[in-house]
Nanobody, 124 residues
Framework: VKLVESGGGSVQAGGSLRLSCSASGYTYSSASMGWFRQAPGKRREGVAGFNGDGGTSYADSVKGRFTISRDYAKNTLYLQMNNLIPEDTGLYYC???????????????????WGQGTQVTVSS
């Protein structure tokens, strides 16, 4: 399984970015996928993810600003990020599980596969 993120970059506060994660060799079509991020000097944290029933979960800090979506035909995961703030700066990772997650969608330990990350930098 290979996950490749793209779409990161540098934007000013209030701007938008759309991250993509292309999954190859990943045949768990109904399994959960999610996005994580790691800011400098901080632990990696869950940002958004798909629950086992196809519903979504978001970290409180991004609710109303970020939207996770998934194109099953293209085996691609997306994260639309609007109204970005400097606190959103970090390395964003795509993660995929072998299972449909009914709990812990935003926990690192729930995922089996990880991408290398794409950098997002938001300036004030």
């Amino acid at each position: 399984v290979k996950l490749v993120e793209s779409g990161g970059g540098s934007v000013q506060a209030g701007g938008s970015l759309r991250l993509s994660c292309s999954a190859s060799g990943y045949t768990y079509s109904s399994a959960s996928m999610g996005w994580f991020r790691q800011a400098p000097g901080k632990r990696r944290e869950g940002v958004a993810g798909f629950n086992g029933d196809g519903g979504t979960s978001y970290a409180d800090s991004v609710k109303g600003r970020f939207t996770i979506s998934r194109d099953y035909a293209k085996n691609t995961l997306y994260l639309q990020m609007n109204n970005l703030i400097p606190e959103d700066t970090g390395l964003y990772y795509c993660a995929a599980s072998r299972a449909r997650l009914w709990a812990g969608v935003l926990l690192e330990s729930a995922y089996n596969f990880w991408g290398q990350g794409t950098q997002v930098t938001v300036s004030s």
